[in-house]
């Protein structure tokens, strides 16, 4: 019943090399330095030479994939040495097991040396049962019944011909549904032919808790166009008991008939219906092993294949969502005003400085039901003129339409002052955490919120590192995927992200300061303590004065660090101090000195990066290092500029199909954008109105933060929902060209939200708020009758589960 034994695999180097289309040496160079303790970032920012230029996104894939494969070759192990313990080791397994390229490859072939409980198979094999099933098997011109007569033996438990026939079956069974090579073909087969059906269970249809779910109520499509956010919200509607799966093996045009997976059993066991006695109890013996245990393995199997591309997509949505707010465009060290909005509770406001500390503090009282709307604004206006506020960041919460009419009111009074929304998630989980407990002991919890408001307006990247990654809630369905594998693609996007900007070493906070390459948890503190007793740090040079950050963390570390006031230029650049010696040579052969020669773009324009090269730079790094002197210190976020919302649109009653309107993208998911008109609401874009081209993924069009210009569609006031357009030629009501299940909100109404969202979910206050800071202008349209370009500068803002909720999609 086997296939030859397959050639042993080659080395985990060559295979991940052949996977990145990289050589196999860059793989190995790769591998030798992450083993020493090298961070992702550090490799390919400054060991271009030893990976042949691998960038952060192929380390990291070579990261999670060489994980994977020493994980397999662990197992790989144990299960060879469990199977030679059993003495049954021969060659043929042997060369198998060395030939399994996957985990559940490996478990196929294993499984039937795997320990177990006894099984009727071993109960039959034990009342000698075993010589029947071949017997039969071999010969299907002896009549079973009779061949069966011979083996009856009351004391072995065999009482007549029908329990020896039981026996032989179950024996049969198990040995067609261990075969290896049979369950992986079956279990491809499946895969590319079937399909996932739900039905509402009885008695939930009229459940109001149950209507998130209605889309799938009668539900069917193939397992290979099930996108990721669809998955889970069919696994979260069958975990919350409202939805009952079932996992077809058969597609539409097979119309339940599982003969074919019955025929292929059979055929590869050699039985064939060709009138012989044995040859319709063998058939049954086929059927039983398709019906008993390999359909059932194999719905097993692919539930677990479906949830792993689920969470592979989910993880993808939330790790891009996370990146593009961690580099939103920093407004800046400007005075700011911190406004945590509030009805009944008031708005809490909080004044920090340039560098972020806070100078003032109040709480005011707007709107209802006290409506001191005018004492609000004298507040306001004397803050800001006591603290020469530039910039006021207003929290898109609960009362944040009415708080930013405030803010412009203030603003007309006030020229030059520039109110912006921004993203309060996850606000509420850092004003009660240990770190802002030390950072603002003296301030209340609700104040501490503005005053991380103000500060993610000014520096989004080193106010949102304080908080857990999750609890920011940019995902698709983040509580509903692996934790350590979303955990795992979120650290290294914060890690990846922290050491693109660089970090300012006399300023940053330790949580910052622990995100960057080299630097643990507690030598971030170590260093935020000798600063404070020591001063700023005057040189790069003098961080090796700190205890226990020893050699190999300065070698990981000093690269992404600044001293922007250090007296040496390359200080506050990211030139590596063990270049340093690169540019004195630069220096020489130029006849100027470094801080000339930084900035000089005429002259650093004609070098010839080979004239600088030696046994340890080579090309790549001295090209870097004259790209650096050109532009030292050069962040990669964008400039910071703001939207402009639409006057008198305020609410979802104000709008109107056919209206024409800027906004800002709040969130990306699988199936369109989210964007902000200005109302209680976010709209949504389906991926189908995003562009007159085909779109696969929506990422590739927009990204949160991105101003666009939309057309509505339709407005739906008593569901809260709001159809937009890219396409600005598109007619209002003729939008409907997309998946109706996304369109119509299937991604709230299958169970997102309801138990998921950061607020809902157990995070205190306001948490899962959908952001709108750093809104970024119009860099990304063509015009403003265009289509919207593919400037994908991010905002500090945009939280799924707002976004859901705002646009009316977790009713």
Same mark, same amino acid.
């Given at each position: 019943?086997?296939?030859?034994?397959?050639?042993?695999?080659?080395?985990?180097?060559?295979?991940?090399?052949?996977?990145?289309?990289?050589?196999?040496?860059?793989?190995?160079?790769?591998?030798?330095?992450?083993?020493?303790?090298?961070?992702?970032?550090?490799?390919?920012?400054?060991?271009?030479?030893?990976?042949?230029?691998?960038?952060?996104?192929?380390? +990291?894939?070579?990261?999670?994939?060489?994980?994977?494969?020493?994980?397999?070759?662990?197992?790989?192990?144990?299960?060879?040495?469990?199977?030679?313990?059993?003495?049954?080791?021969?060659?043929?397994?042997? *060369?198998?097991?060395?030939?399994?390229?996957?985990?559940?490859?490996?478990?196929?072939?294993?499984?039937?040396?795997?320990?177990?409980?006894?099984?009727?198979?071993?109960?039959? +094999?034990?009342?000698?049962?075993?010589?029947?099933?071949?017997?039969?098997?071999?010969?299907?011109?002896? #009549?079973?019944?009779?061949?069966?007569?011979?083996?009856?033996?009351?004391?072995?438990?065999?009482?007549?011909?029908?329990?020896?026939?039981?026996?032989?079956?179950?024996?049969?069974?198990?040995?067609?549904? !261990?075969?290896?090579?049979?369950?992986?073909?079956?279990?491809?087969?499946?895969?590319?032919?079937?399909?996932?059906?739900?039905?509402?269970?009885?008695?939930?249809?009229?459940?109001?808790?149950?209507?998130?779910?209605?889309?799938?109520?009668?539900?069917?499509?193939?397992?290979?166009?099930?996108?990721?956010?669809?998955?889970?919200?069919?696994?979260?509607?069958?975990?919350?008991?409202?939805?009952?799966?079932?996992?077809?093996?058969?597609?539409?045009?097979?119309?339940?008939?599982?003969?074919?997976?019955?025929?292929?059993?059979?055929?590869?066991?050699?039985?064939?219906?060709?009138?012989?006695?044995?040859?319709?109890?063998?058939?049954?013996?086929?059927?039983?092993?398709?019906?008993?245990?390999?359909?059932?393995?194999? *719905?097993?199997?692919?539930?677990?294949?479906?949830?792993?591309?689920?969470?592979?997509?989910?993880?993808?949505?939330?790790?891009?969502?996370?990146?593009?707010?961690?580099?939103?465009?920093?407004?800046?060290?400007?005075?700011?005003?911190?406004? #945590?909005?509030?009805?009944?509770?008031?708005?809490?406001?909080?004044?920090?400085?340039?560098?972020?500390?806070?100078?003032?503090?109040?709480?005011?009282?707007?709107?209802?039901?006290?409506?001191?709307?005018?004492?609000?604004?004298?507040?306001?206006?004397?803050? %800001?003129?006591?603290?020469?506020?530039?910039?006021?960041?207003?929290?898109?919460?609960?009362?944040?339409?009415?708080?930013?009419?405030?803010? $412009?009111?203030?603003?007309?009074?006030?020229?030059?002052?520039?109110?912006?929304?921004?993203?309060?998630?996850?606000?509420?989980?850092?004003?009660?955490?240990?770190?802002?407990?030390?950072?603002?002991? #003296?301030?209340?919890?609700?104040?501490?919120?503005?005053?991380?408001?103000?500060?993610?307006?000014?520096?989004?990247?080193?106010?949102?590192?304080?908080?857990?990654?999750? &609890?920011?809630?940019?995902?698709?369905?983040?509580?509903?995927?692996?934790?350590?594998?979303?955990?795992?693609?979120?650290?290294?996007?914060?890690?990846?992200? $922290?050491?693109?900007?660089?970090?300012? $070493?006399?300023?940053?906070?330790?949580?910052?300061?622990?995100?960057?390459?080299?630097?643990?948890?507690?030598?971030?503190?170590?260093?935020?303590?000798?600063?404070?007793?020591?001063?700023?740090?005057?040189?790069?040079?003098?961080?090796?004065?700190?205890?226990?950050?020893? %050699?190999?963390?300065?070698?990981?570390?000093?690269?992404?660090? +600044?001293?922007?006031?250090?007296?040496?230029?390359?200080?506050?650049?990211?030139?590596?101090?063990?270049?340093?010696?690169?540019?004195?040579?630069?220096? !020489?052969?130029?006849?100027?000195?470094?801080?000339?020669?930084?900035?000089?773009?005429?002259?650093?324009?004609?070098?010839?990066?080979?004239?600088?090269?030696?046994?340890?730079?080579?090309?790549?790094?001295?090209? #870097?290092?004259?790209?650096?002197?050109?532009?030292?210190?050069?962040?990669?976020?964008?400039?910071?500029?703001?939207?402009?919302?639409?006057?008198?649109? !305020?609410?979802?009653?104000?709008?109107?199909?056919?209206?024409?309107?800027?906004? $800002?993208?709040?969130?990306?998911?699988?199936?369109? %954008?989210?964007?902000?008109?200005?109302?209680?609401?976010?709209?949504?874009?389906?991926?189908?109105?995003?562009?007159?081209?085909?779109?696969?993924?929506?990422?590739?069009?927009?990204?949160?933060?991105?101003?666009?210009?939309?057309?509505?569609?339709?407005?739906?006031?008593?569901?809260?929902?709001?159809?937009?357009?890219? +396409?600005?030629?598109?007619?209002?009501?003729?939008?409907?060209?997309?998946?109706?299940?996304?369109?119509?909100?299937?991604?709230?109404?299958?169970?997102?939200?309801?138990?998921?969202?950061?607020?809902?979910?157990?995070?205190?206050?306001?948490?899962?708020?959908?952001?709108?800071?750093?809104?970024?202008?119009?860099?990304?349209? &063509?015009?403003?009758?265009?289509?919207?370009?593919?400037?994908?500068?991010?905002?500090?803002?945009?939280?799924?589960?707002?976004?859901?909720?705002?646009?009316?999609?977790?009713?």
């Amino acid at each position: 019943m086997t296939a030859p034994a397959p050639a042993p695999l080659p080395p985990v180097p060559s295979r991940i090399a052949s996977e990145l289309a990289v050589g196999e040496g860059q793989v190995r160079s790769a591998i030798e330095l992450l083993d020493g303790g090298a961070t992702v970032p550090f490799v390919a920012r400054y060991r271009k030479e030893a990976t042949g230029g691998l960038d952060d996104a192929q380390l +990291r894939t070579l990261h999670e994939r060489l994980g994977y494969l020493r994980e397999l070759e662990e197992r790989r192990t144990a299960v060879i040495d469990s199977v030679r313990e059993q003495g049954k080791l021969t060659d043929e397994l042997h *060369a198998q097991l060395l030939g399994a390229e996957t985990k559940s490859r490996l478990e196929d072939v294993y499984l039937p040396y795997k320990p177990k409980r006894r099984t009727k198979a071993m109960i039959a +094999r034990e009342a000698g049962l075993e010589p029947l099933a071949d017997g039969l098997l071999g010969d299907p011109t002896v #009549d079973p019944r009779a061949a069966a007569a011979a083996f009856v033996d009351a004391e072995k438990g065999v009482a007549d011909a029908d329990a020896a026939l039981e026996g032989a079956r179950a024996i049969l069974v198990e040995r067609l549904a !261990e075969d290896a090579d049979l369950v992986g073909e079956l279990r491809e087969r499946m895969w590319t032919r079937g399909r996932l059906t739900a039905v509402v269970r009885e008695g939930k249809k009229e459940d109001a808790e149950a209507a998130k779910f209605s889309d799938y109520f009668a539900f069917d499509e193939p397992f290979t166009r099930l996108p990721s956010h669809r998955i889970l919200a069919l696994l979260r509607g069958e975990t919350e008991e409202v939805l009952q799966l079932t996992f077809d093996p058969c597609s539409h045009d097979d119309e339940g008939d599982t003969s074919v997976y019955e025929g292929r059993i059979a055929s590869v066991a050699g039985i064939a219906d060709r009138g012989r006695p044995a040859d319709a109890w063998l058939l049954g013996v086929a059927r039983w092993a398709w019906r008993t245990r390999i359909s059932s393995r194999l *719905a097993v199997d692919l539930r677990v294949r479906l949830r792993e591309v689920a969470e592979e997509g989910a993880v993808g949505v939330f790790a891009g969502n996370l990146r593009d707010l961690l580099l939103a465009a920093p407004a800046g060290a400007r005075p700011t005003m911190g406004l #945590d909005p509030g009805l009944r509770t008031g708005v809490k406001v909080a004044v920090v400085d340039g560098t972020g500390k806070v100078v003032a503090h109040d709480t005011i009282y707007p709107h209802v039901p006290r409506n001191q709307w005018d004492q609000s604004l004298a507040t306001l206006g004397r803050l %800001a003129q006591q603290h020469g506020v530039q910039l006021v960041a207003i929290g898109n919460g609960t009362a944040s339409r009415e708080t930013h009419k405030l803010a $412009v009111e203030l603003a007309k009074a006030q020229p030059g002052l520039i109110p912006a929304m921004v993203s309060e998630a996850g606000a509420s989980v850092y004003s009660a955490s240990e770190e802002a407990s030390k950072e603002l002991p #003296d301030l209340d919890v609700s104040i501490r919120g503005a005053v991380s408001i103000a500060r993610r307006l000014q520096d989004p990247l080193a106010e949102l590192v304080k908080i857990d990654p999750k &609890s920011i809630g940019v995902g698709q369905y983040q509580h509903d995927v692996s934790g350590s594998l979303l955990s795992r693609s979120l650290d290294g996007v914060v890690e990846d992200c $922290v050491n693109a900007v660089g970090v300012d $070493v006399n300023t940053a906070s330790a949580p910052l300061l622990r995100r960057v390459s080299g630097i643990s948890t507690g030598l971030a503190t170590t260093i935020v303590g000798f600063r404070d007793e020591h001063g700023p740090f005057a040189s790069r040079k003098a961080l090796t004065k700190v205890p226990r950050l020893g %050699a190999k963390a300065f070698e990981q570390c000093a690269g992404f660090l +600044r001293i922007p006031d250090a007296a040496d230029p390359l200080d506050r650049s990211g030139v590596h101090p063990e270049a340093y010696p690169v540019v004195r040579r630069i220096v !020489e052969k130029t006849g100027t000195d470094v801080a000339s020669l930084v900035g000089n773009s005429s002259l650093l324009g004609r070098l010839d990066p080979r004239e600088f090269t030696d046994d340890t730079f080579g090309v790549p790094t001295v090209t #870097d290092i004259i790209a650096e002197l050109d532009k030292p210190g050069r962040d990669p976020r964008p400039a910071f500029e703001t939207a402009t919302f639409a006057e008198g649109v !305020e609410k979802i009653t104000d709008l109107n199909p056919g209206m024409v309107l800027e906004g $800002v993208v709040t969130n990306v998911a699988a199936f369109g %954008a989210f964007v902000d008109v200005g109302v209680h609401q976010d709209g949504l874009v389906h991926i189908s109105a995003m562009s007159k081209e085909f779109v696969s993924d929506p990422r590739a069009v927009v990204g949160p933060g991105a101003v666009v210009r939309v057309k509505v569609l339709e407005v739906d006031v008593p569901r809260k929902r709001i159809s937009l357009t890219m +396409r600005l030629d598109d007619e209002p009501g003729g939008g409907g060209k997309g998946d109706g299940r996304e369109r119509g909100g299937s991604q709230g109404r299958g169970g997102q939200q309801r138990g998921g969202q950061q607020g809902r979910g157990g995070q205190p206050g306001k948490g899962g708020q959908q952001g709108k800071v750093g809104q970024q202008g119009k860099g990304g349209q &063509s015009g403003k009758g265009g289509q919207p370009g593919r400037d994908r500068r991010p905002a500090a803002g945009g939280a799924m589960a707002d976004a859901l909720r705002r646009a009316g999609l977790d009713k």
